[in-house]
């Protein structure tokens, strides 16, 4: 696949997004860590030391999950703003009267030295990556030799019921296009990832009215798409939105994809070639000729 940003993504939305204010991971992250926790019992390897990337949007609750299984592993919890991981560290900080405080490993706010982790995790952030194929190199040299990369994000069945209605009303499109599976593994494989698994779900929530409904849509993050809306909504336009969804069932799908890859050994670096032109050629077999050939 070639390398190139999501075409609907604007970027500039995406870096003021990174400059929200740190708050409670989104219930829908924190849903998918626990299920993609689940999925790490088919992994055999017990890394010495990894790092969760992007934890406050991806699940601050899962961290204990993590902790949990990976008891005697180092930690590198990373964030791309400070006040990120100031949040973090407070949300994950151990009460002092409890024992685990005195055995639990080390845990570092910063970004691991190149080859340093066995795992990568990261949960629901590539979607959002103004440049994904960067990210997944950041990856790629956080990782040892043998290491693994474990990751979730939304693929492009997510919020089909809005983008339905917002193309029936008229509206630009309610979020940017997400991206496939399949193109996934091949961005693995490009950035020098092995043996890409991937697998998909879709989960499908009710809401009990269009106001929780944003709601949770506010707090999964914003309309990144280069072409939405350029202006600020008026008072009649949300009102005909939360008529629009009061009038159909009040449900939103997710398209869930997990994925995760091995970081193979590199590559024997074959001699580069020697390229003659022809008059080479031919000097090169004249000098041979001149030597005699002993019996």
């Given at each position: ?28 992250h ?14 055999k390897?017990k890394p ?16 204990s999950?993590l902790?949990k ?13 400070a ?34 982790v ?17 990210l997944?190199?950041?990856?790629h040299?956080a990782l040892?030799v ?12 997510t ?23 399949h ?16 697998d ?6 009710t809401f ?34 939360k ?16 994925g ?7 590559r024997?670096t074959?001699?580069?070639e ?7 050629m ?12 002993e019996?």
């Amino acid at each position: 696949m070639p390398n190139q940003r999501p075409p609907t993504l604007d970027p500039v939305a995406e870096r003021r997004l990174q400059r929200l204010p740190a708050g409670p991971s989104p219930w829908l992250h924190e849903e998918v860590a626990q299920r993609m926790e689940e999925r790490l019992e088919w992994i055999k390897l017990k890394p010495s030391k990894w790092a969760h990337w992007a934890p406050v949007r991806g699940g601050l609750q899962a961290h204990s999950l993590l902790a949990k299984r990976y008891p005697e592993s180092e930690c590198f919890m990373v964030e791309s703003k400070a006040d990120r991981a100031q949040y973090a560290s407070k949300s994950i900080a151990k009460s002092w009267w409890k024992p685990s405080r005195w055995t639990a490993s080390s845990t570092s706010f910063e970004s691991p030295a190149e080859g340093a982790v066995q795992l990568v995790w990261a949960n629901m952030a590539l979607h959002m990556a103004a440049d994904p194929q960067a990210l997944l190199a950041e990856w790629h040299r956080a990782l040892g030799v043998d290491g693994f990369v474990m990751f979730s994000c939304l693929g492009p069945d997510t919020l089909l019921e809005l983008r339905s209605l917002y193309q029936t009303m008229g509206w630009p499109e309610p979020a940017h296009e997400f991206t496939d599976m399949h193109d996934w593994g091949d961005m693995l494989v490009g950035a020098g990832f092995a043996e890409p698994v991937m697998d998909m779900e879709r989960i499908t929530l009710t809401f009990e009215s269009p106001e929780r409904l944003l709601q949770e849509l506010r707090g999964l993050g914003r309309n990144l798409h280069i072409q939405r809306f350029p202006g600020l909504r008026g008072r009649g336009w949300l009102s005909s939105l939360k008529q629009a969804l009061g009038a159909a069932p009040i449900q939103l799908t997710f398209e869930v994809i997990y994925g995760h890859a091995f970081k193979p050994a590199p590559r024997l670096t074959m001699r580069s070639e020697t390229v003659l032109s022809l008059a080479q050629m031919r000097e090169a077999l004249n000098q041979r000729k001149s030597y005699p050939i002993e019996p």
